[in-house]
């Protein structure tokens, strides 16, 4: 595992400083979620699972798979799972980033909140491609607008 990507330098303040944001945009996410389609739901840089249980609570019958390369903040997510068995049996969680990690055929929504900035655009367009392979979109992929403000070489956590 390279140390570039799983470091995430204000990992023990994340859930405080994005607390004011899921406030806000948690029910926009959980109205967006309602056009999903069959397959699981892909949460891409899941962090401690925040919105990952807006997710869940928004689609009770989908899987999930959370996608984090973050030691730190996968420590978070599996406490938040831990006191929620009925949640974690819906949860896969992959400790990898988005470009390694192996993505299911058919996908119910992608979701991918405040974390598209840390690709480059070139890795955002391979994941589109990997998202809808046949070009033709089977559910949402919510996107928080501060991921449009990348810079073209920005680097990972
Ligand atoms: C600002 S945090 C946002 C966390 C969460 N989505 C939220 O909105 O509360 C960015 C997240 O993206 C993850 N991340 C960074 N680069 C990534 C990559 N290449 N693939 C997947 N996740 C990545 C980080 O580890 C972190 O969990």
């Known amino acids: 595992m390279r140390q570039t990507r799983s470091v995430c330098p204000v990992a023990e303040h994340l859930d405080l400083i994005n607390a004011p944001f899921w406030q806000a945009f948690g029910p926009v996410l959980g109205t967006l979620l309602q056009d999903a389609g069959e397959g699981p739901l892909i949460d891409i840089g899941a962090s401690t699972g925040t919105g990952l249980k807006t997710m869940a609570n928004a689609l009770p019958q989908h899987e999930i798979i959370a996608i984090e390369p973050s030691q730190a903040l996968r420590a978070g997510l599996f406490a938040r799972l831990s006191e929620d068995p009925a949640l974690a049996e819906r949860v896969t969680v992959l400790s990898a980033t988005v470009q ?33 392979p046949d070009g033709s979109a089977h559910g949402p992929l919510p996107c928080s607008p501060s991921s449009h403000r990348a810079a073209p070489n920005a680097s990972r956590t």
Not at 101 to 128: D, F, K, Q, S, W
């Open 100 to 132: 390694e990690a192996a993505l299911p055929p058919r996908l119910g929504a992608v979701v991918g909140i405040n974390m598209l900035g840390h690709l480059r655009p070139t890795e955002r367009t391979a994941l589109c491609g990997r998202a809808w």
